[in-house]
C-alpha cells in the first residue's frame, strides 16, 4: 500500500510540476505575441505613415517655396521653365504620398483627419498650380494678387490638417510603445513569480517524495 501511495504521490507532484511550466510557456507565447503585435504596429503601419505625413507636409511647402521662385524669375524664361518642372515633380510626390496615406490610413479617427486633409488639398494643390499656370504665362502681377490674397490662407489650413494627421500618428505610435513597454514588465513579472513559485514547489515535492520513500524504509528497518 505504501509503494500505491508513494506512485501516486510521484504521478501528482511531476504531474503538477508539469502543469505549471506549461502555464509558464503559455504566458511567454502570449506575451512575446502581445509584443511582437505592439512592434510591428510601431515599425509598421504607423511609423509608415507617421513618416509619410512628414514627407508630405516637406512636398508641400517645397511646392510653395518654388511657386514663389517661379512668380519671382519673371526675367529668365528658361529658369522659369526649369523651377516650374521641379515644382511638378514634387507636387506628383505629394500626390503619391497622399494616395498611399489613403489606402494606410484605417481607423476611424484617422479616416477622419484624412478626409480633412483631402479636402484642404483639393483647394490648396489647384490654388498653387494656378499661380505656376500664371507665372508661366508671364502674369507675375496677378499671381502676387493671387498670393496675397487668399495664399496664406489656404496654405496654412492645409498645413494645419496634415499637422493634425501627423500628431495623430505619433500619438498612436507612443500608445503602443507605451502598451509593448507594460506587455514586457507584466510579462517579466508573471514568468518571474511563475519561476519562482515552481522553485518552491519543486523543492517542496521534493522533500516530501523523499520524505514518503525514506520514511517507510526507516520505520522497516526499525521495526526489523
Do not use: C
Amino acid at each position: 500500500m505504501n509503494n500505491i501511495r508513494i506512485g501516486i504521490r510521484l504521478v501528482a507532484a511531476f504531474g503538477f510540476m508539469g502543469m505549471l511550466v506549461i502555464f509558464m510557456v503559455l504566458i511567454g507565447i502570449t506575451k512575446t505575441s502581445s509584443l511582437g503585435d505592439a512592434n510591428s504596429e510601431i515599425a509598421g503601419g504607423l511609423y509608415s505613415k507617421a513618416s509619410a505625413s512628414a514627407l508630405l507636409g516637406f512636398y508641400t511647402q517645397d511646392m510653395s517655396r518654388l511657386a514663389r521662385i517661379a512668380v519671382l524669375q519673371q526675367d529668365d524664361p528658361a529658369q522659369v521653365e526649369k523651377t516650374i518642372a521641379s515644382y511638378q515633380s514634387q507636387r506628383n510626390k505629394a500626390n503619391s504620398l497622399i494616395q498611399r496615406l489613403d489606402k494606410e490610413v484605417a481607423s476611424a479617427s484617422g479616416r477622419q483627419l484624412f478626409t480633412q486633409l483631402q479636402s484642404h488639398a483639393a483647394l490648396y494643390q489647384p490654388f498653387m498650380d494656378k499661380v505656376v499656370a500664371l507665372a508661366q504665362q508671364g502674369k507675375k502681377e496677378q499671381a502676387e494678387k493671387l498670393l496675397s490674397d487668399s495664399g496664406d490662407t489656404i496654405q496654412n489650413e492645409y498645413m494645419a490638417s496634415l499637422q493634425a494627421l501627423k500628431q495623430h500618428q505619433e500619438t498612436r505610435m507612443k500608445v503602443a510603445e507605451q502598451t509593448s513597454h507594460e506587455d514586457r514588465t507584466d510579462a517579466l513579472r508573471l514568468l518571474t513569480g511563475a519561476g519562482a513559485i515552481a522553485l518552491v514547489l519543486a523543492g517542496l515535492s521534493a522533500w516530501l517524495i523523499t520524505r514518503s520513500i525514506t520514511r517507510p524504509i526507516n520505520m522497516a528497518l526499525v521495526a526489523a
